[in-house]
């Protein structure tokens, strides 16, 4: 971990030590050394978020770090991936209070021994700026078996897990726009990665990704790299019981809920025939998934069909204006 | 490469596009499948850069990432490591130029053919703040031979590679408060990650690290790992030729050029019987490398004698201020 910082962040690595894998060296040498698990590839993404555009200026220190690390989990998780290890690199204002610090390594322990992996390795730096957290997340795959974008054929089934629009709803919450909502909330703050699903989909789903830009958007991403038309039904999106709610107080609401991010559930493509092993690899994983349409041969594109049965095409470039 | 960035930033993907490595699938899907080197280990560094903190707001767009991805491979170069690739994490203010960022991404280009290696995955973001890039690097060594902080022993030889200084003196000259010297600024703005001879200190050195905080520093840093006293004489410390014409002008600068930051060179620790060997690895690597001082038996400390030969102690945790 190099220290180029200011005296007063010294403590950050107090703080991090304890959080360090095996190979780490303590945090304390240039690099850290690792044997990859033998027989195994390595999956890798990494994901930046800062106060005040990825999180809220007033979220509580425990979560910050455990939402990025949980975003970068879910990108493990449609992979098909297993967690192994992670980099963080952390740039506070100065003058950060030691107990903010305190927390927010708290909230990754926490998560470290929920989701089985430590800390390699990282930086601390000071910002003129906001908050600004990056992570590295390092996985593993049996040879050949990681899931991508690419693979969705037409006739293809499209399945997301969970529920979608809470993390929009639980940072409308947040922001007071919408009652206080404790569940909603929690949605936005910390993600479930869907480990156990992802694990699950291998050799039964074709194509799969994380929602974190929202349904439509990411679904149109599937769409390009598997080169098929997705035509989902807005009434089959699953919604949790008090996004439910809010929808049938507002029915505008519906569709702010498939365009909104921070999701983090896995969206995914398998034949038809799949669906039964699908259903029973998800009930061992101890979360809902939920069929929203089906692959056609075409243009890469997404089409809604609405309530009233009309289908409303969601152009190419615009998802996010649907 | 995960995208969860407003329309304008969709374009650093094409400008990303042409550095991705193998296994990156395009940077299009949620993280990146690399087979591991078989039989090795894999070294793992992450460092974080913000404008206005470690490189100057108006430093040349085509610099500032190599500066990054140098200090990454003066990580690597420290272990003894063989780089592999890397993964990025951009922060922009919004409505950053296209031509910045393509200048920014030129610049990568050049260093990932210099250095044999290329971009995995990584995000783009927009931020309030400054610039704020993370990077995290991957290398490889053979199993058990990476180079650590920790095993200088009392009678080895310090050693520094290249001059010491000049990263320092480059900032002063890029700041105003020194003449401009094209070779100091370049020092500066681009660090020569020392990766041959590195390789070429595998089984010869006891301990290394590379110099990036301010030679006392680090070296304090070898002296609490490895248990020693280090001793070093200020006269022997190398400098460069435009170094030596300010030190011979103002004599005061001496002390800072071996407090001052940026150097990237290689500090390490050898037995005397090794210092040959190591000069003929040099050779080979075409890197002046110079012999300042010993380690001896005693508390973690670092002695430095003056040209006069008085003994002036850095104290632990003052070596900034000395």
């Known amino acids: 971990m190099a220290m180029t910082l200011p005296a007063e962040f010294s403590l950050i690595a107090r703080h991090f030590a304890p959080l360090a894998a ?22 890798l993404a990494a994901d930046a978020m800062v106060a005040g555009v990825h999180f809220l200026l007033d979220d509580p ?34 003058g950060t209070p030691d107990a903010w610090i305190a927390a927010f390594a708290a909230g990754l322990a926490l998560d470290q021994q929920e989701f089985g992996l430590g800390v390699l390795g990282g930086d601390t730096v000071s910002t003129p700026g906001p908050i600004h957290l990056s992570l590295t997340i390092l ?15 037409p006739g293809d089934e499209i399945w997301v897990s969970g529920s979608i629009g809470d993390g929009y ?21 910390l993600p479930q990665p869907r480990l156990a699903l992802g694990l699950g989909l291998v050799g039964l789903a074709r194509a799969a990704m994380d929602v974190s830009d929202g349904l439509l958007q990411d679904l149109g991403h ?5 080169g098929c038309t997705a035509r989902i039904e807005a009434a089959a999106v699953p919604l949790s019981a008090p996004a ?29 025939e799949a669906g039964s092993a699908i259903e029973a690899r998800a009930l061992e994983a101890g979360v809902a998934v939920t069929r929203i349409g089906r692959f ?5 594109a997404v089409v809604v069909v609405d309530a009233a049965g ?8 615009g998802w996010s204006h649907f």
């Open 139 to 153: 996985g593993h795959v049996a040879p050949g078996t990681a899931l991508t974008r690419g693979g969705a054929r």
């Open 244 to 272: 439910t709610a809010l929808v049938a107080a507002d029915v505008s609401l519906r569709q702010k809920l498939i365009t909104g991010g921070d999701d983090y559930e896995l969206l995914f493509a398998a034949p038809p």
């Open 169 to 189: 709803l639980g940072l409308a919450v947040l922001q007071g726009r919408l009652p206080m909502d404790a569940y909603l909330a929690d949605r936005y703050r």
């Open 296 to 300: 056609a041969a075409g243009e890469p």
């Open 22 to 43: 095996p190979g780490s060296l303590g945090l304390t040498d240039d690099a850290a050394v690792l044997t990859p698990p033998p027989g195994r590839e390595l999956v």
């Open 61 to 94: 220190a425990e979560t910050i770090g455990r939402k990025l690390l949980r975003s970068n989990l879910s990108d493990l998780a449609a992979m098909g991936a297993t967690p192994l290890a992670y980099l963080l690199t952390v740039g506070l204002p100065r």
């Open 222 to 226: 599937l769409c390009r790299a598997s």
């Open 310 to 317: 009309v289908e409303r095409p969601a152009g190419p470039g």
